[in-house]
């Protein structure tokens, strides 16, 4: 029998993800996965457990420490008609592969002029907030945005985080997605016959009329969370989840701020070059006329992330700092 407890099931964001790469490998037997420790060991955060046994040592490939290698081994896999889907164990290692992701899959398309696509999908772990100290705990997904030849994608739901995959696996470019190791453990009910999803429009997560909250990933269920409690003071806040951060689905939050005439942008990134400068600065090109208030921005305090707990929460964008700053952004009249 059907009904509408009987289409939705329970489950994590963890979960979510391993679905999408199930999914993806038994559609087409040109994907396959490989990184560190994504086999045996089922990933450092257990994304791909049990995929190995499922899918063979062929299409589930432990990799040696030696980002630019494996990352460039897919780099040519893709060129060669596969699907590959690289893991790379968080985005701070994804710096020793820098070379190989912006040197070349970003940009053979151009240097071959138009004869060689590489349809690569790249995933990476990113953010803070779970004690992981300096090297393990950055968000630097905007400095990836900065890069044509690339899309830049980053699920925070659970429909997301199951569905952006596969769309991200028919585009023939390289596509990068950052997962917040934060939401891993994030429990939520999801549609049975969940798939797969859009990746070209940002999302208006809730409606509201006083300001707008643009955000993404980790930072989104923190703006969520303020405007439910803004909320209860009278301030009705318009919260939108950017989901791809290259290329910005900029009419959906200029659009809001034309209803709103404020905007505050909540971003894990450091504020200098950040996201967050490019969303305001797009906001100044698209919506001036229509602001009530200077856009802010809330960032990481920019300083290496500590490991220290109490440091750590300090340093990040956190939802009694979101509440105080539209407080006073919307003031005595909201």
């Known amino acids: 029998m059907t009904n509408g407890v009987d289409t939705m099931r329970t489950l994590t964001y963890r979960e979510a993800v391993r679905e999408a790469i199930r999914e993806a490998m038994q559609k087409d037997d040109r994907v396959f996965l490989m990184g560190e420790d994504v086999g045996r060991y089922g990933g450092c955060f257990a994304v791909s457990k049990g995929l190995l046994e499922e899918f063979g040592p062929e299409r589930i490939r432990d990799t040696p420490l030696s ?15 596969m699907r590959p889907i690289v893991e790379i164990m968080t985005v701070n290692f994804s710096l020793l592969a820098a070379d190989q992701i912006i040197n070349n899959a970003a940009v053979y398309l151009h240097m071959s002029g138009g004869l060689f696509n590489v349809p690569i999908v790249i995933r990476l772990a990113t953010g803070g907030g779970r004690q992981l100290a300096a090297q393990h705990s950055r968000s630097l997904e905007g400095w990836y945005a900065h890069i044509p030849g690339i899309k830049v994608l980053s699920p925070a739901t659970l429909e997301d985080a199951r569905g952006m995959l596969w769309t991200a696996l028919q585009d023939p470019d390289p596509v990068l997605i950052f997962e917040n190791s934060g939401l891993y453990n994030m429990k939520g009910m999801l549609s049975v016959d969940a798939g797969p999803v859009d990746i070209d429009r940002a999302r208006v997560r809730r409606e509201g009329r006083h300001v707008s909250i643009i955000s993404y990933s980790a930072s989104l269920f923190k703006s969520l969370d303020a405007a439910e409690i803004l909320s209860k003071e009278g301030i009705e806040t ?17 659009d809001s701020v034309a209803k709103t005439h404020r905007a505050l942008i909540v971003d894990e990134g ?9 969303i305001s600065a797009r906001i100044m090109e698209g919506a001036f006329y229509e602001l009530d208030a200077p856009v802010e921005r809330l960032c990481s305090a920019e300083v290496p992330l500590p490991y220290a707990k109490h440091l750590e929460e300090a340093a990040l964008p956190q939802v009694d700092k979101i509440v105080d700053r539209v407080r006073k952004m919307v003031g005595g009249d909201g």
């Open 67 to 81: 980002e630019s290698g494996f990352t460039g081994a897919g780099i040519g896999a893709a060129l060669g008609g």
């Open 270 to 278: 450091w504020r200098t070059g950040s996201l967050a400068a490019e």
């Open 238 to 254: 318009e919260v939108i989840d950017l989901r791809t951060l290259r290329p910005l689905d900029e009419k959906t939050f200029l």
